[in-house]
């Protein structure tokens, strides 16, 4: 079915330990998003990408980093997790204006 | 740059009760605007858009929500809720002329049977 697929759905880690969270969509849309969730602070965005090889930083970014060499990818790779990184993450993707969302990585880290 | 305010942060209200979630923004230009959804342990879902013409907006299971242009508001509503309305609703806006969302930070609504 076509939509917007994330794994793994749940994560525990350990501190200084590298993560990667995928995200996949199969509707070619070009731009993807990726938000962390926490209490109080709503929807924070940490990057997003325009298409392939195209990625931005959004309002979060620090101790994140993305790649997207293809359009239907786009993983958030968590390089050295911190406990401040623990929350829920969502990867978004839209053709314009409305964006539609994954199913959430909720990632503890330990 | 724009903001989104959403002035409740916890509702609790008793079924058939009526619903009314504040959503105000701050751009000066065109936006487009929506409201989201989120159930527990769920995605966010869109629950209704505004992006031009008749400013009540219609959206699924009896949402509607007015966007009055000279309040920059987008409040939700509804009749009379359920329980299954239990849920964080967000209300977001894009400047019509890209593809980034700026969310608010949520409301979180709990109906009582």
């Known amino acids: 079915d076509a939509g917007i697929t994330q794994s793994p759905r749940y994560k525990i880690t350990e501190t200084g330990r590298q993560v990667t969270l995928m995200c996949h969509q199969t509707w070619s849309h070009s731009y993807m998003f990726w938000y962390r969730q926490d209490l109080g602070h709503g929807l924070r965005l940490i990057y997003y990408?325009?298409?392939?090889?195209?990625?931005d930083k959004g309002e979060v970014p620090d101790g994140y980093v993305v790649s997207r060499s293809k359009t239907e990818n786009f993983p958030l790779t968590l390089e050295s997790a911190t406990r401040s990184q623990t929350s829920v993450y969502f990867c978004?993707?839209?053709?314009?204006?409305?964006?539609?969302f994954g199913p959430g990585t909720r990632l503890t880290v330990t | 740059a724009q903001s989104v305010s959403q002035h409740n942060h916890h509702v609790i209200l008793s079924e058939a009760a009526s619903l009314e979630l504040g959503c105000n923004y701050s751009?000066?230009?065109?936006?487009?605007l929506f409201w989201y959804v989120q159930y527990p342990g769920q995605h966010l879902q869109l629950l209704l858009k505004y992006f031009s013409g008749d400013p009540l907006v219609k959206g699924i299971k009896g949402f509607e929500a007015e966007f009055i242009k000279s309040k920059f508001s987008f409040n939700l509503r509804k009749p009379s809720v359920q329980w299954s309305d239990t849920a964080e609703y967000f209300c977001?806006?894009?400047?019509?002329?890209?593809?980034?969302?700026?969310f608010g930070g949520g409301t979180r609504l709990m109906v009582k049977p």
């Open positions: 751009y000066g230009g065109t936006v487009n």
């Open positions: 978004a993707s839209t053709p314009g204006n409305e964006q539609y």
């Open positions: 990408s325009a298409a392939a090889d195209i990625t």
């Open positions: 977001a806006v894009n400047n019509n002329a890209g593809n980034m969302l700026t």
